[in-house]
């Protein structure tokens, strides 16, 4: 009775975090009339199959969901730009993770709605079967991710894996774009995090060509290009132009 009643409360979050896998698993969990299995060794009130896998893939759900949404790009960009600011630790990591987590919330809501509407009500309806509510949630994401992945990195994985050549993309399987669209946000935000460093880095040079043409040696350049730096990029509104560009470059 206690394994229905938590399967039922947690069915929804399975199946978001199967559709993230793009893959189908075999648990009772998404079945919508479940025949338990339990751990061998245990009585009738132990814990069932269903409980394992529920843990297996909340304890995954993060990675899956810095790997396969826009949360990798968004880090390595603001990574880069506190480096070539100069600041430490200002913002500090958990400020940036939680501002790129809002801001893959904001992206990636429509998804998050298509895969509801499209698996999530007429799987509750009991309108199609599990499998079919996994595939039908896998599209959106894939979708999704398609839009951002390079053709070079989406070929080099079709070839690794040895299948034939796809007609179009969206005949590419999840196991190949998964991976392709990590490389392509990686590239992305490299080049993106090299651009937001040349200015800065001008500035260094300017600043220890002038203290060492003046002979303060004993003052490290570092100490007056920094806030020259947060001065700079406070005055021209960074924040909003780097959030503004990196929104647009989603759409």
């Not at 200002?90 to 501002?99: D, E, F, R, V």
């Not at 991710?145 to 053709?151: A, D, G, S, T, W």
Request: net charge positive; with cysteine.
């Amino acid at each position: 009775m206690t394994g229905s009643i938590i399967q039922r409360r947690w069915r929804p979050a399975l199946l978001a975090a199967a559709c993230l896998c793009g893959v189908r698993c075999q648990a009772a969990a998404f079945v919508p009339s479940p025949a338990k299995l339990q751990i061998p060794g245990a009585n009738a009130s132990g814990v069932p199959w269903t409980i394992v896998l529920l843990l297996t893939l909340l304890s995954i759900l993060p990675a899956l969901a810095l790997s396969m949404t826009p949360l990798v790009r968004l880090l390595v960009i603001f990574h880069f730009l506190r480096q070539a600011l100069g600041t430490q630790s200002a913002p500090t990591n958990q400020t940036l993770i939680g501002l790129s987590l809002v801001l893959t919330y904001f992206l990636m809501q429509p998804v998050g709605a298509a895969i509801y509407q499209q698996a999530m009500v007429p799987l509750e309806a009991n309108q199609i079967t599990a499998w079919e509510a996994i595939d039908r949630g896998s599209e959106p994401l894939r979708h999704f991710m398609l839009k951002f992945v390079r053709e070079k990195d989406a070929a080099l994985f079709v070839e690794v894996a040895k299948l034939p050549p796809p007609r179009s993309p969206e005949d590419l399987p999840m196991r190949v774009v998964a991976p392709a669209y990590i490389l392509s946000e990686l590239k992305v935000g490299f080049q993106i995090g090299a651009v937001l460093f040349l200015p800065f880095l001008v500035i260094d040079l300017v600043v220890a060509s002038i203290t060492t043409s003046v002979g303060m040696l004993q003052l490290p350049p570092v100490m007056i290009s920094t806030p020259i730096k947060i001065l700079l990029f406070v005055m021209v509104d960074g924040w909003n132009l780097l959030v503004g560009s990196l929104m647009k470059s989603f759409y």
